[in-house]
């Protein structure tokens, strides 16, 4: 069970230290009301909101960071960096990669 799931998350960034290639985001902590885009959708974060995490997986293409949350969320598993399955080529011509499920380490 991934840790968005049951809540625990090990980092706090704002606006500023965002760093989205080497942590996943998987909820935000509103300390002020105003409107947000997160998700490509309008959240309305009112003064009751202040203090409160909404659980969600942020995309960063689709929300515009703000001082008025925070995102909470772990860094990235060094094994989940590892390309695998089709790396490049077409129909005719594909290279494959495949990990050690174990040791995280390219096969063959």
């Known amino acids: 069970m991934g840790t968005y799931l049951t809540g625990t998350y090990s980092v706090i960034h704002t606006s500023g230290t965002t760093d989205f290639d080497n942590f996943v985001y998987s909820a935000v902590y509103f300390n002020a009301a105003a409107t947000y885009i997160i998700n490509g959708t309008d959240v309305i974060a009112t003064a009751d909101s202040i203090g409160e995490t909404l659980d969600i997986i ?51």
């Open 58 to 108: 942020v995309d960063e293409s689709t929300t515009t960071l703000s001082a008025g949350f925070l995102l909470l969320g772990n860094p990235i598993a060094p094994q989940t960096k590892v390309q695998t399955g089709l790396i490049s080529g077409d129909s005719h011509n594909e290279v494959w990669q495949f990990v050690n499920i174990k040791t995280g380490n390219p096969t063959g």
